[in-house]
């Protein structure tokens, strides 16, 4: 920490813990005018608050406090001193205990970085008992589909399939296994009949998703009686967004590999039929993970605790 010739506090010098003690001595003791009281509200003994008092001086080489047996002022130094460094240490005070009341109960933003399935089938059901049962949180979920590195990007955490998620992050299981469906609009099916195998699919027109990072494009694969069995789609629609993939299978513009829980509303209403069920075998759950369990805000304890307890009901 700094000085000018005067003795005060250089605005751009940065303050040690035991220089911010010493600080904080002297300015009980000039509050409390006197020694004895300022230890006790301390909690050190006055032989070392003395001593303490005594480093300061002489790092500043001024006296800052008059003492004689029965009082004790600050110097006109000691008084410039206080009026400066008063509303410095009252301010940082004030910041520590508002960084300690978000420990108190959930209060801030949780930011959670997750794809649009994820968001729809994992979070979505459930945000709005979360949010009632804490009105001093706010929720920021931010789409994206590129498995980015989260945490890097300034996230308290991510969702994704388990086997997406980094070894190194602490995870969470959100929801069950699931399938994937391959599904198309009736109107689609009354031209092109229903592929009976994996291999039927280089007949008809398909809507695939591609990862705008990387440019590749999501695996059609399928469990086979022996082994995985990966096809080569002929794709007449590419996009970087489940929704739209979901619209045109809609649309009848061709078939489409989503998720079970996206397609089930439109498989029971008859707006969609799904092909290859017995192909499709179960692909690994939303997990959310996160960095370290280790001074973990509460915040964000909440969310993980919240949605833990609903995904297992």
């Given amino acids: 920490m700094g000085y000018d010739q ?68 600050p110097t006109q130094a000691g008084q410039m001193l206080r009026e400066q460094v008063q509303p410095l240490v009252t301010g940082i005070g004030d910041a520590v205990r508002q960084v300690g009341s978000y420990q108190e109960r959930p209060r801030g933003t949780v930011r959670v970085n997750l794809s649009r399935v994820a968001a729809t089938v994992a979070i979505m059901p459930r945000i709005a008992a979360y949010l009632s049962l804490h009105p001093d949180v706010r929720v920021d979920l931010v789409i994206d589909n590129e498995l980015n590195d989260v945490i890097a990007k300034g996230f308290d955490a991510g969702i994704r399939i388990g086997d997406r998620v980094d070894r190194d992050m602490v995870a969470v299981r959100l929801t069950p296994d699931f399938r994937m469906a391959v599904v198309g609009a009736p109107g689609y099916f009354a ?32 469990h086979g009686p022996d082994e ?15 929704d739209l993939l979901l619209s045109a299978a809609l649309d009848g513009v061709g078939l489409a590999l989503l998720s079970e829980a996206v397609v089930e509303p439109h498989l029971t209403a008859g707006t969609l039929v799904r092909a290859l069920a017995e192909w499709c075998g179960p692909v690994s759950g939303f997990h959310l993970y996160y960095p370290s369990r280790t001074y973990m805000p509460l915040t964000l304890r909440s969310f993980i605790d919240f949605m833990k307890l609903k995904s297992s009901r």
């Fill in 6 to 73: 005067h003795g005060l506090l250089h605005s751009e010098t940065i303050m040690s813990p035991s220089e911010f003690g010493e600080l904080n001595a002297f300015l009980t003791v000039a509050q409390e005018r006197s020694f004895r009281r300022a230890a006790v509200r301390l909690k050190m003994s006055p032989s070392a608050l003395s001593r303490t008092i005594r480093s300061l001086e002489e790092r500043l080489g001024v006296r800052l406090l008059n003492r004689t047996t029965r009082s004790v002022a």
């Fill in 191 to 222: 031209e092109h009949p229903p592929p009976a195998t994996p291999r039927d699919l280089a007949g008809h027109r398909a809507l695939t998703y591609r990862w705008e990072a990387t440019g590749a494009l999501f695996p059609w694969t399928f």
């Fill in 228 to 242: 995985p069995i990966a096809v080569e789609v002929k794709d007449v629609l590419t996009v970087n967004d489940t």
